[in-house]
């Protein structure tokens, strides 16, 4: 009855390096990954992903290839366009959002940025629509490939004899491919580049073929879909985001730490923290910094990022916890990125 307990344990090292430790999740918010300028209040959305004229014949070669319908390409063009300026008018960040369908631009195609816009045309664009920035969808593509295949079965026929048949499978996935940019003319800065890309799958089976036909059905809708939801993506690149992390604490050694891991996984977390700070002042060295790591964590929990550190640096520069070294860089990152935040939203 003791092998589970010994196999629980060796998997147990192989992961987390020993059976004294546990893991525990928590919520932290990142800065945005874009930063715009606070004079930057009005913004224009627009479209560049057409193809030039030049490669306007390369670009239907590549849809018919792709097996992709009349204007595929721009209607998903004009739906990320569309799931973007929404997204973007439902943030109070910005006081208005134009979407400009009469400004027509041109890119190579193909699936890749285009040369940056220059600086001239931006400012005119800027001053015409009296916008202090511009989003623009630098490219947008769709690459389709359809599978077909049969397969033999067998069907359960009348008086429950089993009968051979032939099941048709039809697979079409879509890859979606789109770049963005956005310009700041007061600054002379692209203040983002960026690619998204999704993919949607259909699959159709039968023994009847049109059966499997039908995976084609609907395609068209949920790529229209999908390019809506990646432009809505691409609007949040300006916003601050919430991220599921995970940390390693001290639960074994002692009897505190033991009944401190109990009342830990029973969401009793301030009841942990009196047992882990009673063991802070063990006179076993490895106790005391175990302890001090988990006391940092139970700092981070309540948010005081500062003593985190302090208790973090202590566990490590006091009692060797490599662990702590590791923990301590997180929450130096941590706090920078607290720094950041609030300096944007003062």
């Not at 930063?35 to 479209?47: G, K, N, Q, S, T």
């Not at 067998?154 to 048949?165: D, I, Y």
């Not at 929990?301 to 640096?313: F, T, Y």
């Amino acid at each position: 009855m003791r092998y589970p307990v010994i196999l629980l344990c060796s998997v147990s090292i192989l992961f987390l390096g020993s059976c004294s430790k546990d893991l525990m999740s928590l919520t932290v918010t990142r800065p945005a990954p874009v930063v715009l300028p606070d004079y930057v209040e009005r913004v224009a959305v627009l479209d560049r992903s057409l193809p030039t004229e030049k490669n306007e014949p390369l670009d239907v070669l590549d849809r018919v290839l792709s097996a992709e319908g009349k204007n595929f390409d721009r209607e998903g063009a004009q739906q990320a366009l569309n799931g973007l300026e929404d997204q973007l008018s439902r943030n109070e960040r910005f006081t208005e959002v134009k979407l400009l369908d009469d400004v027509k631009l041109r890119s190579a195609g193909f699936g890749v940025f285009p040369a940056p816009l220059s600086w001239e045309a931006v400012q005119k664009i800027c001053d015409d629509y009296k916008v202090d920035a511009l989003y623009t969808l630098a490219f947008y593509d769709t690459d389709t490939q359809a599978q077909y295949e049969t397969n033999p079965v067998e069907l359960k026929g009348p008086l429950g004899v089993r009968v051979p048949a032939i099941e048709h499978t039809a697979r079409v996935a879509t890859q979606i491919k789109s770049g963005w940019r956005i310009y700041d003319p007061s600054a002379r800065i692209i203040a983002d580049e960026y690619i998204l890309n999704d993919q949607v799958v259909s699959v159709g089976r039968g023994v009847n073929p049109m059966k499997a036909v039908e995976a084609v059905l609907g395609r068209k809708e949920a790529v229209m879909q999908t390019s809506n939801n990646l432009g809505a993506v691409y609007a949040e690149r300006i916003l601050p985001y919430r991220l599921r992390v995970s940390r390693y604490y001290f639960v074994g050694g002692t009897r505190n730490l033991k009944i401190a891991k109990r009342r830990a996984q029973a969401g009793n977390w301030d009841g942990a923290a009196e047992l882990w700070s009673i063991e802070t002042n063990s006179r076993r060295r490895k106790i005391a910094g175990r302890a001090s790591h988990n006391m940092a964590i139970i700092n981070e929990i309540n948010g005081d990022l500062p003593m985190a550190i302090e208790w973090a640096s202590k566990a490590y520069t006091d009692y060797r916890i490599r662990d702590s070294l590791r923990y301590l860089r997180i929450l130096r990152g941590r706090l920078a990125d607290e720094v950041a935040l609030d300096a944007r939203n003062n």
